[in-house]
């Protein structure tokens, strides 16, 4: 379902050669499919057949502010974790009525802000929240619908810090304070209790978390009722993970090893989930970011340099950690390929940035096709948590990103200059 792929041996983003885009508009450079991104946002939605339902993209993947209008046009909700996102999802035209607004500390101009835009709900994370937000509701004369985080003790089996529904994790209430915390919500002036909200972390690439998951609230919602509390509405959270090796095979290139990535397809996690789920006859919302947007986008790059030593040969290029921190972070992999095959020799090698820092890299002793000073490489995988997270650490001003619609390229962000640099 990829739109990046090699044609012959130029890589393309659809059906432009990404080294044509690397020399009109310079590297590093964030290079996005538009089709990939619709074809994605599509067969998801549809995946839920006539469930009653919305997709809410999670703005915090990639909030670049034409990506955001696509998913606006195609009727998505959003899912923002801050006033600045809820301002980013208004102006790209989600209407207020298809946002939530998660996460664990917002503040009281946040809850504010979002009470005056009529947000669909607050997915609150502790009696403390829900207190503020009941207190901000009475003084502007107003109300709002509530679901609450629970946090269900499930290993998303990812990454340490993105997993999020473990009890050891800063996220949600812990589950067994869950009706308590129903009670004590429903009990407060200016709150409507009318969802439950859950999301176990990201990267997550097997079925059973989720279906885990999906059990143990539909349990809860009965428990809920039974006790008197009706929720018409579940949030179901993101997570759905995104194959990262071997995203393009071609005879020139490497076989990528190491753990092996069974990948869920985001039907076949809906497809699980779902009958669990409707047995509650509750709508259901889900906030993916990583499923909809990752595979769509490849960081351009150029070779600067080749030096070796003893131990290692490292190619070090002009894009950085400041562009894409993930393998700095999350010890993230990513596959990298040149944008043009011209040669059969692989070596290992260091991929490097030009931040002063060890941990600057995008690969370490990867086996890769031979390359040269000058040469352009494209860091695959690279649409969600790649830009959002880039940063203007060592005075290096933000790439650029580019839309690939067929044979059609927009700018739709201009690579910063040095007058941005704070
Ligand atoms: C509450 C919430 N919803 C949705 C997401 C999106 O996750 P993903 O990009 O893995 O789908 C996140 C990511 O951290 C999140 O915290």
């Not at 009529?118 to 502007?140: C, D, M, P, V, Y």
């Not at 351009?300 to 490292?314: D, G």
């Not at 600057?360 to 860091?379: E, G, H, T």
């Amino acid at each position: 379902m990829t739109h990046t792929a090699y044609k012959d041996q130029d890589l393309c983003c659809e059906d432009v050669p990404v080294r044509e885009l690397a020399e009109e508009y310079g590297t590093p450079l964030y290079v996005y499919s538009k089709n990939d991104i619709l074809t994605r946002y599509r067969s998801l939605n549809g995946a839920f057949g006539e469930q009653p339902h919305l997709v809410c993209y999670a703005v915090k993947a990639n909030a670049n502010p034409t990506i955001l209008r696509l998913f606006a046009d195609e009727g998505a909700g959003a899912d923002v974790v801050s006033a600045g996102e809820l301002h980013q999802a208004l102006k790209a035209g989600f209407p207020p009525e298809r946002i939530v607004f998660a996460g664990v500390g917002k503040r009281e101009d946040e809850i504010e802000y979002a009470l005056q835009q009529k947000i669909f709900a607050f997915n609150a994370e502790s009696t403390g929240e829900l207190q503020t937000i009941s207190r901000i509701a009475l003084r502007l004369n107003t109300s709002t619908r509530i679901s609450l985080r629970i946090n269900p003790d499930i290993d998303a089996e990812s990454h340490p810090y993105i997993t999020t529904g473990l009890h050891s994790n800063k996220f949600g209430i812990e589950s067994s304070k869950a009706l308590e915390v129903y009670r004590f919500a429903a009990g407060l002036p200016g709150l409507q209790v009318t969802g439950i909200h859950t999301h176990i972390g990201s990267q997550i690439t097997k079925v059973e978390p989720f279906t885990a998951t999906a059990q143990f609230v539909a349990q809860l919602v009965g428990q809920l009722r039974d006790a008197g509390i009706h929720l018409s509405h579940i949030d179901f959270g993101g997570g759905i993970g995104v194959p990262y090796r071997n995203a393009i095979r071609h005879e020139m290139l490497p076989e990528e090893n190491g753990t092996a990535e069974s990948m869920t397809d985001p039907a076949d996690v809906l497809r699980s989930i779902l009958p669990i789920l409707q047995s509650t006859g509750c709508t259901i919302w889900v906030e993916p970011g990583r499923a909809l947007v990752a595979e769509a986008g490849t960081l351009l790059t150029r070779v600067l340099y080749l030096k070796e030593n003893r131990e290692k040969k490292f190619a070090i290029v002009d894009a950085a950690m400041t562009d894409l921190i993930r393998p700095s972070l999350y010890q993230a992999y990513h596959q990298i390929v040149p944008a043009v095959l011209d040669t059969y020799e692989h070596l290992p090698m260091d991929i490097v940035g030009p931040v002063c820092e060890t941990g600057d890299f995008f690969a370490r002793d990867r086996v890769m096709p031979k390359v040269k000073p000058n040469d352009i490489l494209a860091v695959l995988t690279a649409g969600a948590y790649g830009f959002a997270l880039a940063s203007q650490y060592n005075g290096r001003p933000r790439p650029a990103e580019v839309l690939v619609n067929g044979d059609r390229v927009r700018l739709i962000r201009p690579r910063e200059t040095f007058e941005d640099l704070a």
